[in-house]
Every structure is written in structure tokens, then in C-alpha cells.
């Protein structure tokens, strides 16, 4: 038998949207002052919107066709980001709704008008019908601009539904809140490259043709194309602005469609919890040594693997140096010479990130200190997952940018800067780790959390462990530049000091570390107390 559906109009939920509104001037005072400002400064900040597009008015048309479509994509864009970033609880949940057996599609347009009733969408709403003034300009580009405002509207509410949904039904645990974050500092971090060119361009030369490029590029996305039609009327490119009309008509159907297909699977899938694993055998465990140094070294392998502090600061590790090749590249300097700096930046990285690896550990660390181990077992566990990953990824990240180089003999020179810098950096790693530990984010804290307390004591051994392990690998980097500017053969020179540098200090480190834990035992478990 088919359950009966009751009917809803957007009236209705514009009602219930409004009366919410009206209790949240009922709260505490403070809660009340909180939510005025942030409504002031909202409709302030789409007041200056307006403002400026009624100035683009008596602008060139080019000038305000870039200005628009930028500033407008950027707006529509945040609609869709922000809910995903914030995972702001959703007042019109609809799951709330499941069991009052509405029709989709009713219970879909309802919910859509009650968000349009908010203050990001009055604000939006202001913005694209005052976009209307700065395209007055011709009676096709007037009509355009009067169909592109519901479309701008229908854009930004559906994508900002969309997003809710999404992040109130995906990011409900805290690994994908974790990887959520991770993916947001990559893209961040790989535009990087975008901002800096932006500060190269000579703006008072080059300004207004950089930005048109900008907009040329924005319009044809789903967030530009309803801003750029009617700029497109108004410099007489009619072709481009039917094109980018479609397009925005098209973004509202789709986003209109996935907005229909997520609220009927929220309605019958209620909630998502994460996932129970089940795992076979002892992992690591298994497969290293059952001494006390394995034993480590499977744990301190777990913990890089499965901990989202260390996955977060393990991922920033291979991105890094490809980046400081672009300010270089964009300034002229050669690839050869560039090739040349990955490799020792990545190692260099690597080594230094075990210097408080000790303070990861939290309170665990009294199982080390209660069990008597010695510090040695403790210190060449820790260093096993770096040389793992790090020793494989030196060797073929030399070979690669060998070959950028040009010259199959400066793998010799890349392999001994690497490993030296690797070894050296873990070497003084394990001093400064067992010697200055300071306060990292706790055990099952976002790894994006403040630390509870840092002081001085952070900054200081970061810059000491950084500046040790480029002291001690200064032979190998020395005999690398003779060998690109006197020949080849100073590149072999380069991989056997390297090797024996990094080995050298990698032994004093484990022996210095060693003494320095067995002796201190009892005050790092004191200090992974007091930052528990």
C-alpha cells in the first residue's frame, strides 16, 4: 500500500523559516549581540557591493565586465565552499522532515525557499539585482542582466543546500573532517604559485589586461557565466553571452537535480556513522622483529600510517619543495639549477620532522620509561619509517631530477645531499626530541588544534635541528656545486661524503639520544603529563 504524502507549499516552509528566524532573537544577550554584528556586517558588506556596481556603471565596459565576473564568481563560490569548510549545523535538516511523508520534489522547492529566506541570501539577492544598474547600459544587456538575477539567486542557494547536505551527511566523522582539512591546505598551498604571479604583474601596465585574461577563464565556469552574460551584451559579444546564458541555465538544472537526488537519499538513509574495522593479524607487528627496536618501529610505522597528525604534516612533506621551485622558475632561474633542490629540501624535511616525535607519543611514553627498554631500541625505532619512505624516495627523486638536470652523473651528488642531510637531520632529530620535547596536539585532537603550549622552546629547537643538519652536510652540498661548475667528477665526491657525513652523525645522534632518554626517563614522562 503507498503511504500517503502530505502536501507542503513554500508558503508553509517559509513560515516555519521565519519563525526560526524570529527565535534567535531570544536567546542570551550575548548570543543576540553575536548575531546582530554578524547581520550588520553582513548586509554592510553587500551594501559596498552594491555601491561599487553602481560606480562600475560609469566605467568601461571592459573594466567592469572583469570586475563583475570576478567578484561574482568569488561570491557564488564561497556559497558552495563555506558550508563545506564551517559544517555549520543545518537548521532545515532533511531528515527533520522524514517522517511527515511529503513529496520530494515539494519538500525540495519548500526547503529551497526557506534558505533563499537567510542573510547570506538577501545579501546575494541585493548583489545580482544591483548588478542590473551596471549593465543599463543597452536594452539586450538590461534584459539579459534581468533574467541573470533569478539565476544567480537559484545558483547560490542550491549550491549552498548542496554543500549543507553534503557536509551534514558526509562529514559527520572525524576522518573525513580530518581529510576535509587536508584537502583544503593542498589547495590552498598549490595556489600559491597563482597568488604570486598575481604579484609580478605590473597592475598600473598590465592590470586591466591580466584581469580580463581572469575573467575570460571565471566566465565559462558555473559560478561566472550568469555574471558574465549580460557583461558579455554589453561589449557587443553577443555569441559568448547567449553561451555563458546556457551554461548558468544549465548549472541551475543540474545543481537543482543533485539538490532532488541527495534529499531523497538523506530521507531514507537517516544517518551515517563511521564504519566499524575489523583487522586481521597484528599488522606491523607481524612483520618486524620481536625485539624491543621492532617493536618500536611497528608502532612509530602505525602512528605514520593511521595518526592524522602525522599524516597532515607527512603530506605537506613531498609538496614543499616542488613549490619553492616556482618563485625560483618565475624569476628566471634555470631548470638545471632548479632540479637540483627537491631533493635535498624533501630529505632535509623528512630527517628534521622526528625532532619532538617523542612528544607525539603523550602519555604512552610511560610504557618506555616503565619497562626499562633501552634508549637506543627507542631511537632506531622511531627512525625506521624515515627510512623507509625516505632512503626509496631519495634514490628515485635523484634519478628524476638528474634527468632535468641533464646529466645522469648528478645522481651521484643528489643520493649523498640526501642521504646526509636525512641521516644528519635524524641524527640531531634524536638528541633534540629526547633533550627539548614541547607540546604537540593530543592524541585524538584534530591535528589542525593549537597545542596546548608551546613557548619558546618550539621555535627554538626547530631552527637548531634545522640548522645542525645543513652544518653537517655542508661538505657533500660543497663538493655538489664544484661538480656543476667544474665537472663530474666532484658529483662521486659528493655521494661518498654525504654517505659518510650523514652515517657519522646519525651515529652520534643515536648514542648522544640514547644516554640523554635513558637518563631522562622520568622528566619527559613529567612533561607529557603536564601537556596531557
Known amino acids: 500500500m503507498e503511504q500517503p504524502t502530505l502536501p507542503a507549499t513554500p508558503g508553509q516552509f517559509l513560515g516555519l523559516k521565519l519563525r526560526m528566524l524570529g527565535n534567535s532573537f531570544r536567546r542570551g544577550p550575548w548570543q543576540i549581540v553575536g548575531l546582530v554584528v554578524g547581520i550588520l556586517y553582513s548586509l554592510g558588506a553587500a551594501g559596498l557591493a552594491c555601491a561599487g556596481l553602481i560606480v562600475l556603471r560609469s566605467a568601461d565596459a571592459d573594466v567592469a565586465r572583469s570586475a563583475v565576473i570576478i567578484g561574482g564568481s568569488a561570491i557564488l563560490l564561497g556559497f558552495a565552499v563555506i558550508p563545506l569548510l564551517l559544517g555549520l549545523a543545518d537548521s532545515l535538516d532533511p531528515r527533520s522532515f522524514s517522517l511527515f511523508g511529503m513529496e520530494n520534489r515539494a519538500l525540495a522547492l519548500g526547503l529551497l525557499v526557506a534558505a533563499a529566506v537567510s542573510v547570506p541570501g538577501v545579501a546575494l539577492a541585493l548583489v545580482s539585482l544591483f548588478s542590473v544598474a551596471?549593465?543599463?547600459?543597452?536594452?539586450?544587456?538590461?534584459?539579459?542582466?534581468?533574467?541573470?538575477?533569478?539565476?544567480?539567486?537559484?545558483?547560490?542557494?542550491?549550491?549552498?543546500?548542496?554543500?549543507?547536505?553534503?557536509?551534514?551527511?558526509?562529514?559527520?566523522?572525524r576522518r573525513a573532517r580530518e581529510w576535509l582539512a587536508l584537502l583544503v591546505i593542498l589547495v590552498l598551498v598549490t595556489m600559491s604559485p597563482f597568488l604570486f604571479m598575481l604579484t609580478e604583474v605590473d597592475w598600473n601596465a598590465d592590470g586591466a589586461e591580466t584581469l580580463a585574461g581572469i575573467a575570460d577563464v571565471v566566465a565559462w565556469t558555473p559560478f561566472g557565466a550568469a555574471w558574465a552574460s549580460p557583461a558579455d551584451a554589453a561589449?557587443?559579444?553577443?555569441?559568448?553571452?547567449?553561451?555563458?546564458?546556457?551554461?548558468?541555465?544549465?548549472?541551475?538544472?543540474?545543481?537543482?537535480?543533485?539538490?532532488?537526488?541527495?534529499l531523497g537519499h538523506m530521507l531514507v538513509t537517516p544517518q551515517r556513522d563511521a564504519k566499524a574495522r575489523s583487522y586481521g593479524g597484528l599488522g606491523w607487528f607481524d612483520r618486524l622483529p620481536d625485539n624491543p627496536g621492532g617493536v618500536i618501529a611497528a608502532?612509530?610505522?602505525?602512528?605514520?600510517?593511521?595518526?592524522?597528525?602525522?599524516?597532515?604534516?607527512?603530506?605537506?612533506?613531498?609538496?614543499?619543495?616542488?613549490?619553492?621551485?616556482?618563485?625560483?622558475?618565475?624569476?628566471?632561474?634555470?631548470?638545471?639549477?632548479?632540479?637540483?633542490?627537491?631533493?635535498?629540501?624533501?630529505?632535509?624535511?623528512?630527517?628534521?620532522?622526528?625532532?619532538?616525535?617523542?612528544?607525539?607519543?603523550?602519555?604512552?611514553?610511560?610504557?618506555?620509561?616503565?619497562?626499562?627498554?633501552?634508549?637506543?631500541?627507542?631511537?632506531?625505532?622511531?627512525?625506521?619509517?624515515?627510512?623507509?619512505?625516505?632512503?626509496?624516495?631519495?634514490?628515485?627523486?635523484?634519478?628524476?631530477?638528474?634527468?632535468?638536470?641533464?646529466?645522469?652523473a648528478a645522481t651521484a651528488a643528489l643520493i649523498g645531499v640526501g642521504l646526509s642531510l636525512l641521516l644528519a637531520g635524524m641524527g640531531f632529530s634524536s638528541i633534540m626530541s629526547a633533550r627539548f620535547p614541547y607540546a604537540v596536539v593530543r592524541p585524538g585532537d584534530s591535528a589542525f588544534s593549537q597545542p596546548q603550549n608551546t613557548g619558546v622552546t618550539m621555535a627554538v629547537v626547530q631552527s637548531v635541528t634545522f640548522g645542525l643538519a645543513i652544518i653537517a652536510s655542508l661538505a657533500p652540498i660543497a663538493f655538489t656545486i664544484a661538480g656543476y661548475f667544474l665537472g663530474d667528477a666532484w658529483f662521486w665526491w659528493a655521494l661518498l661524503s654525504g654517505l659518510g657525513c650523514g652515517l657519522v652523525f646519525l651515529w652520534i645522534g643515536i648514542a648522544l639520544g640514547s644516554r640523554i632518554f635513558n637518563r631522562r626517563g622520568p622528566e619527559l614522562l613529567r612533561s607529557a603529563l603536564r601537556n596531557a
Open 134 to 173: 551596471t549593465w543599463t547600459r543597452d536594452p539586450g544587456s538590461i534584459l539579459l542582466a534581468l533574467i541573470s538575477v533569478p539565476l544567480i539567486l537559484v545558483t547560490g542557494v542550491l549550491a549552498a543546500r548542496v554543500a549543507t547536505s553534503v557536509a551534514a551527511f558526509v562529514l559527520t566523522t
Open 235 to 262: 561589449t557587443g559579444r553577443w555569441g559568448l553571452a547567449i553561451a555563458h546564458l546556457l551554461i548558468a541555465l544549465a548549472t541551475a538544472g543540474v545543481l537543482w537535480l543533485v539538490w532532488q537526488a541527495l
Open 299 to 408: 608502532r612509530s610505522l602505525t602512528y605514520w600510517l593511521r595518526d592524522p597528525r602525522y599524516r597532515v604534516s607527512l603530506a605537506m612533506i613531498p609538496i614543499t619543495p616542488l613549490l619553492l621551485l616556482l618563485p625560483f622558475y618565475f624569476v628566471g632561474v634555470p631548470v638545471p639549477v632548479l632540479a637540483l633542490i627537491p631533493v635535498p629540501v624533501f630529505a632535509m624535511l623528512l630527517g628534521w620532522s622526528l625532532h619532538n616525535d617523542v612528544a607525539y607519543d603523550n602519555t604512552a611514553i610511560w610504557l618506555h620509561v616503565a619497562s626499562g627498554r633501552h634508549g637506543r631500541a627507542d631511537r632506531l625505532g622511531r627512525m625506521f619509517p624515515a627510512l623507509l619512505f625516505g632512503v626509496p624516495m631519495i634514490v628515485i627523486g635523484s634519478v628524476v631530477s638528474a634527468g632535468f638536470y641533464g646529466d645522469w
